[in-house]
């Protein structure tokens, strides 16, 4: 086997990691504070990286810890959006879906902050992922819930994020950099839970069995997996991977909670995921080239 192929199972396995996570969370949240989970899950995975980074503090210098540290606060503020979102869900696959659009987000935000106008794949894509939406929110009469609000806000601050990570991850080493951003969503997640959250007298053991889970499963090693595959696959298969996790996450959602998919939302879920696999083979560059042999006036 091939160490391109090795990584592509690394990141397969990265994406079922993630989508167990969502079930881990879910199951934690029933004994714990959401906010003060988030704080404890993302503090803790946090300090297991952080031997593996010592040998990285020394060279780099302060003010790019401090600016990965602001960037890490736009990754608290959609991990902390996404915990409550699932908080007040009981439908978690199209809360994943709705999650992915953070990719289609992503050259939107771009456009705003950076004046980086999106390329025609992308404009492509929104329309579908736009009626996408719509049909998830239709067993709804039409109005959006509480929960797909904060998933797509959720999903914003992720866009966000990237835009921003993106930059610094070239200039800092990506395990540190994890590692820094990891810490800081756990000291916002604790903060916030001691301003608004109370916690309860007795956590039943079960429950830190669910948390262990989450830390080691679904945030540690997740993390560990994905750089290490990224490390030797290319950007773009790399991304047509990773959209495998909301389809593991409705799967694992409908055996484990019996989430009900009526036929608007299934077919809304297929429309994001085919817009998000428009967008990534229409930007792959083999694929342009294609296009272009194929037709001499495609731009």
């Known amino acids: 086997m091939t160490l391109e192929r090795r990584a592509e199972f690394l990141l397969l396995f990265t994406t079922f990691c993630a989508s167990a996570g969502w079930i881990f969370s879910k199951e934690v949240i029933q004994g714990l504070p959401p906010f003060g989970f988030m704080g404890l899950r993302f503090l803790t995975a946090s300090l297991i990286l952080l031997p593996f980074c010592l040998k990285h503090f020394k060279a780099v210098a302060l003010g790019d810890v ?47 902050l950076f004046k980086h106008k999106p390329v025609r794949e992308f404009w492509l894509s929104l329309p579908f992922a ?48 994890t590692c820094i951003q990891l810490f800081v969503t756990g000291i916002m997640g604790l903060l916030l839970s001691t301003s608004v959250e109370a916690w309860p007298s007795a956590i039943p053991s079960a429950i830190w069995g669910w948390f262990a889970l989450s830390v080691l ?82 731009s």
């Open 217 to 298: 499963f679904a945030t540690s090693l997740r993390y560990l997996t994905q750089t290490m595959g990224q490390q030797r696959v290319t950007a773009a298969n790399a991304a047509i991977i990773m959209i495998l996790e909301p389809i593991w996450t409705v799967l694992l959602s409908i055996l484990w909670y019996k989430e009900a998919m009526p036929a608007a939302k299934i077919l809304g879920c297929s429309l994001i995921l085919f817009s998000l696999l428009l967008y990534r083979g229409l930007s792959n560059p083999k694929i342009r080239a294609l296009i272009k042999r194929s037709d001499p006036h495609a």
């Open 66 to 112: 401090l600016r990965s540290m602001s960037v890490g606060c736009l990754l608290g503020g959609a991990l902390l959006c996404w915990i409550y979102a699932i908080s007040v869900s009981d439908t978690l696959g199209e809360g994943a879906f709705i999650m992915s659009l953070s990719v289609l987000l992503a050259p939107l935000v771009a456009w705003g």
């Open 130 to 177: 736009v009626i996408g939406l719509m049909l998830l929110s239709l067993s709804q009469g039409w109005q959006g819930s509480i929960s797909q609000l904060w998933f797509l806000l959720a999903a914003f601050f992720l866009a966000l994020h990237f835009n921003f990570n993106s930059r610094f991850a070239q200039r800092m080493p990506v395990m540190l950099l």
